[in-house]
Structures are given as structure tokens and as C-alpha cells.
């Protein structure tokens, strides 16, 4: 008993079962290409430009140079000598630990010497050196004096392909050195130490430094598809785009304006901000592929590196996590199945959209909520899975409503009125099975007309003036029953037979009787159509003719009748062979142009509304039980 309800569901689920996966499998493999890498970094930078900003980091102050303290030294690189003054000036301040971002591997005269004891007499000092060789393959050896006291970092940044930054370096291996710290890593260390944090190996052998354990970035993170994971690095968390530290010119400092011990405890940051060193970097909050907004000078990003290090250690404040592959292909696969799933289920376009829509503000709402907790989950591959799905299942149901009306529209061929042909494929669901039209048992009324002594007409007509005749004869009584709200259902020979009452159901005595007057008001309207066409052709010279209609109302059965080949939609039953019987009556009873003989059920329903006359009860051929019949009058004119 489950198992064929299991079948059964499985059935009727099985576009979603084959839309969702392919379609996820489908942006899968686009992600695996990196197709959608450009867009998840725009949507990540996105949640960045959003979140709320925080607070300044006040254990960081960065002394700038900017293009009027340039002018005030008047010499770039800055003179050895003003240097050693401007780090004497922060040293005895007593900070923490003192940052130097900037190359210093060859002396600038005036000073040097007098540069070098500064060095060699300020332990927390760390200077700088480029490891990694650019594009043309340079590297840029540290401060010799530093270089030998170990009091040097790697200040190398690592530019995404859109030119942005999002990540750091802890430490970087270059080939046949020692591994070298991070310049970032190298002061917070130093600041760590004094709030007795020291390094240590997680469980896992990562990097852990007070709260935080610091898991290295993967080729694959995120968003990431095959990345460069060279050394140690992290995901970047910015604080936010200004603001995040405190700042101090350097022709201030030289000039004593700044207060006294302001920069005690604290890290000091001396680097460049002038806009003509170009030491300048595009970062998330640089949104979209314009990258618009300013840039972020590089010694403000080592700020924001040395920030997320002391934050996460000190007060656990969030690294940016990632979920592992199978997990991330996984949440494709499920919103995959969501957008098919929605589209399945409501196939309203208005509602699909609607759903869609809720369902996009969903995953990308969650998504945000999920960064402002420290994890980055994936968000275009989603959204793409969820929208292709959902395409794919509104194309299958567009496809199979495209099929099942032409499938309706092909066994009716054109022989029904619009307002039918309407109602059918608004009922397509309990009407169609299979492409087919399934069988009912309605209450209907028949209508059969035919053409009094057509025989004798075949014998006047050549056969193609024959045929020209007949289909004129054809098109104009079909039209007179498409106009009556009637089904042509086939043609015999010179016959036509046409049902009132299908393939929609009538559900009331009052619908039955409708449609039992509509088949005597169409078979008065054909009597007046037929007059028209006799004078028209007897002025062309052709043969005049009259016909008879026979018409009963009574139970039908109605459905799609033949193979594969040959399909058609038709009624059989009891009173479709009394209309037939009725038509083909008594031919000698009279009825002027057209005779229409009815049975005692369509009288019911006609009786008083048209003028009739009684024939009599009588023995139709094939019917044990007498029959009563009816004639109904044409108009005297």
C-alpha cells in the first residue's frame, strides 16, 4: 500500500526530482569555473558597505604622510634624519609597539647613522620588507639594522582579481627562506605579550592566539575557487571604510601638537596616505565593478589587519569562517530544490513571483545575518540555482500546457466557440489524462441535420463543384452552432452532428435546460441560414435544397475515442442514435425548409418559449419503449 503511494508521489514529483539537481549540478559547475566568482565578491563586499559601523579601534593610531607633510619635509623619501626624529618623538611617548611602513633598505642622507641608533636602540620597533616579487621581480630587502634584531614583517598585500583586497597575510614561505611574519602579525604579537597572550597550536595545529584560533585561508573558501593560498592567510574583516582609527600628520608630531603620552599603550602606525605615492588599494567597500569610492592606503589596511588580529585574541570578536565544500554544495542543492519546488507548487505566475521573491529576500537576509555573525556562506551560486530551477519548472509547465492545449485544440479541431475552447483549458486539470480527453457521462442535447435528397444532388454536381457546395453548405452551419454555444462533433457525409452540453460538465436542471434551447435556436437560426444560402445559389445557378434536424436531450458519454495516430473527441450513447433516429423520421412529414423533430425531454425544457406540435408516440427503429415526439415550427413569414 506505501510503496505504490510512494511511486505515485514520486510521479508527480518528478520534474522537481529532475529540474532541482540538474540545474544545481548546472551552477555547480559554473562555480567550479569560477564563472560566478566576480559576482559572490560584489555580493560579499555588498555586506560589508551594509553592516553597521564600529567602533574606533583605539589601541592603533596611525601617523600619515600626506602630500602637505611632504611639502613640509620637502624631500621623498623622507631624510633619515627627520625619521629618527619622528620615531624618538613617538618612543618617548612610550607606545606599545611602533610600526615603520615604509622601505627603508638604503640610506637617505642626511642622518643615517643617527637613524641606524634609533634602530638598534627601540626593541618594539618593526620595520618592513616586500617577500613577494612583483610583476616585474623585484622584492624589497627590510631595514639591515632590523633585519638582523628579527624586527621585521612582510607588509605584502594579496589583490583579488578585481583589483580588491579581502585578504591578509599572518606569514608568508618563501622558497629557501624561514617563514616570515605577516608585518600586522609582527606588532600585535608584541602588543599580545603585554596583555599575556602569547601564541600557541590549537588542537587542529592552527595558529591560536588568545580567544581566537586562526584557521588559514583555502584555495576554495567561500566564494574563492582555486586561489592563490600561498603562506598563512586570512579572510579580511574589515572594521569599517574611515573612521576605524585615529590619525595623526606627521608635520603635527614634528611640531609638538599632539598631546603629551598619547600615544602610550597604544601601536603606532607611520605610513604613507599622499595621494602621489600611489600607495592606495581597492577594497569591498569599493562596490561593484566601477569600484566606487575612494581607496584605502596601505598602511590604513595593515591597520585594519593588526586590528581584526587584537580584536579576535583580546575580545573574540569574529573571523570571517567559511563552510567546507560538501556543506556549500549542499545549501546550492537546497535552494535549487526551494525555486523548483515553488514553481511546482504554485504555478500562478503572480504567486510564483511573489514566493520567489520572499524566497530571495529570505536566503540573502539570512546570508547578511549569517556575516554579521562572522560567517560568509554562499550567496550568488544560491540565488542562481534557486532562479534556474524555478525557469526550468515555469518552462516544463509552460511546455506541457503548450502540449495539453494542443492536444485539447487538436481533438476539437476549430469546431467549438471561443468561450468552450476557454473553459476547457481552464478545466484542463480534471478534463485532460494523458493527452487525452477523459470519458464522462453529462447531460447533453444532440443536434443531427441532413440534407434532403442529397443523393440526387450528387448526380447534378460535377465532384469538385460538389465539394466547393457541400463545404460552403458545412462552413455555414457549423458557424450557426459555434455561434449557439454548441460542439461540432463530426461530419457524415452530408451531415453534422453537434452536442450542447460538453465537454463541461452541467451540474443543474437550469444549465440542461440552456443548453436544450440552444440546440433548438440553432436549429431555427440553420433553417434561416439555409434560406439565405438557397437564394444565393439560385442565383448562381445552382441546386436549392432543405434539410431536416433531428434533436435530443438525455444522457451522453464524452471523451477522446481512437490511437495514437488518430485522436478525436466524441459522444455516443442512447440519445446521440434518438437524434440521429429522430433526424431521419417520418420523411414525409413536412417541415418547409427545415423539419426539426424533438423528443419529450428537450420539449420539457423548450415549452412555451417555441412554437411545437405534438407528432405522437410512436416506435423508433432500435427502441423497445415508444418514443414521444415533437415538431417544432419555423416562423411563418
Not at 569562517?321 to 537546497?334: A, N, R
Not at 440534407?451 to 465532384?463: Q, R
Not at 431521419?584 to 425531454?601: A, E, T, V
Request: proline share 5%; hydrophobic share 45%.
Amino acid at each position: 500500500m506505501i510503496l505504490p503511494k510512494l511511486r505515485q508521489e514520486i510521479k508527480n514529483w518528478r520534474p522537481v526530482l529532475v529540474a532541482a539537481p540538474a540545474v544545481a549540478g548546472l551552477v555547480s559547475v559554473l562555480r567550479l569555473t569560477g564563472f560566478l566568482q566576480y559576482l559572490s565578491w560584489d555580493a560579499l563586499d555588498q555586506f560589508f558597505i551594509w553592516r553597521p559601523a564600529e567602533a574606533p579601534d583605539p589601541r592603533i593610531v596611525i601617523v600619515t604622510i600626506d602630500e602637505t607633510d611632504l611639502k613640509q619635509v620637502g624631500k621623498w623619501p623622507i631624510p633619515d634624519q627627520t625619521l629618527a626624529e619622528l620615531l624618538l618623538k613617538i618612543k618617548a611617548q612610550q607606545p606599545r609597539a611602533i610600526g615603520l611602513d615604509l622601505y627603508r633598505n638604503l640610506p637617505v642622507e642626511p642622518g643615517y647613522q643617527q637613524l641606524v641608533k634609533v634602530f638598534e636602540s627601540t626593541p618594539n620597533l618593526i620595520g618592513i620588507e616586500k617577500v613577494v616579487r612583483d610583476m616585474r621581480g623585484y622584492t624589497i630587502p627590510p631595514p639591515p639594522v632590523l633585519s638582523q634584531k628579527e624586527q621585521v614583517g612582510a607588509n605584502d598585500v594579496i589583490v583579488d582579481g578585481d583589483g580588491k583586497i579581502r585578504r591578509g597575510v599572518l606569514f608568508l614561505h618563501p622558497p629557501g627562506r624561514k617563514s616570515i611574519s605577516g608585518f600586522a602579525l609582527k606588532l600585535a604579537r608584541i602588543y599580545l605579550k603585554g596583555e599575556g597572550i602569547t601564541p600557541k597550536r590549537a588542537e587542529n595545529g592552527y595558529l591560536k592566539l588568545g580567544k581566537a584560533v586562526f584557521e588559514p585561508f583555502e584555495p576554495n573558501d567561500g566564494d574563492y575557487i582555486g586561489a592563490d593560498a600561498a603562506g598563512y592567510q586570512l579572510l579580511l574583516n574589515y572594521r569599517q571604510v574611515e573612521g576605524s582609527f585615529s590619525k595623526v600628520s606627521l608635520t603635527d608630531l614634528l611640531k609638538n601638537r599632539i598631546k603629551k603620552d598619547y600615544f602610550r599603550d597604544r601601536i603606532v602606525l607611520l605610513g604613507s596616505t599622499a595621494a602621489s605615492l600611489n600607495d592606495f588599494f581597492y577594497t569591498p567597500y569599493n562596490g561593484g565593478f566601477s569600484h566606487e569610492g575612494p581607496k584605502m592606503a596601505g598602511i590604513e589596511i595593515q591597520a585594519h589587519i593588526l586590528s581584526q588580529i587584537l580584536s579576535a585574541a583580546i575580545e573574540g570578536r569574529p573571523l570571517i569562517k567559511t563552510w567546507s565544500d560538501p556543506l556549500e554544495y549542499g545549501w546550492i542543492f537546497l535552494w535549487s530544490y526551494i525555486g523548483a519546488t515553488l514553481a511546482w507548487k504554485l504555478p500562478n505566475s503572480r504567486w510564483t513571483v511573489s514566493s520567489l521573491a520572499i524566497a530571495c529576500g529570505t536566503l540573502v537576509g539570512g546570508a547578511y545575518a549569517a556575516f554579521l555573525a562572522g560567517w560568509w556562506i554562499p550567496v550568488v551560486a544560491p540565488l542562481a540555482s534557486l532562479g534556474g530551477s524555478a525557469v526550468a519548472i515555469a518552462a516544463y509547465i509552460a511546455q506541457q500546457q503548450r502540449q495539453e492545449k494542443q492536444t485539447a485544440m487538436t481533438l476539437f479541431g476549430r469546431y467549438v466557440s471561443p468561450q468552450i475552447a476557454n473553459a476547457i483549458w481552464r478545466d484542463r486539470d480534471t478534463l485532460l489524462a494523458q493527452g487525452r480527453l477523459k470519458g464522462q457521462k453529462l447531460k447533453a442535447t444532440v443536434l443531427f441535420t441532413d440534407i434532403k435528397n442529397f443523393s440526387v444532388l450528387t448526380n447534378k454536381l460535377e465532384p469538385e463543384e460538389l465539394m466547393d457546395w457541400l463545404n460552403e453548405y458545412m462552413e455555414a452551419m457549423s458557424e450557426v452552432v459555434l455561434a449557439n454555444g454548441g460542439v461540432v462533433d463530426k461530419f457524415i457525409g452530408d451531415a453534422v452532428m453537434a452536442v450542447f452540453g460538453v465537454p463541461i460538465p452541467r451540474t443543474t436542471e437550469q444549465a440542461i435546460a440552456n443548453d436544450a434551447q440552444a440546440a433548438v435556436r440553432c436549429a431555427l437560426e440553420m433553417a434561416t441560414k439555409l434560406k439565405s444560402l438557397n437564394q444565393r445559389w439560385l442565383s448562381q445557378g445552382r441546386p436549392t435544397v432543405t434539410m431536416r434536424v433531428g434533436i435530443a436531450t438525455g444522457t451522453v458519454v464524452a471523451g477522446s475515442l481512437g490511437g495514437l495516430q488518430r485522436l478525436e473527441y466524441t459522444t455516443i450513447g442512447d440519445c446521440v442514435n434518438l437524434a440521429a433516429r429522430l433526424e431521419s423520421f417520418d420523411k414525409s412529414i413536412d417541415g418547409g425548409i427545415c423539419r426539426i423533430l424533438i423528443n419529450k425531454r428537450t420539449y420539457k425544457y423548450i415549452e412555451g418559449l417555441f412554437p411545437t406540435n405534438l407528432i405522437g408516440s410512436v416506435q423508433i427503429r432500435g427502441r423497445q419503449r415508444l418514443t414521444t415526439i415533437y415538431q417544432v415550427l419555423l416562423a411563418q413569414n
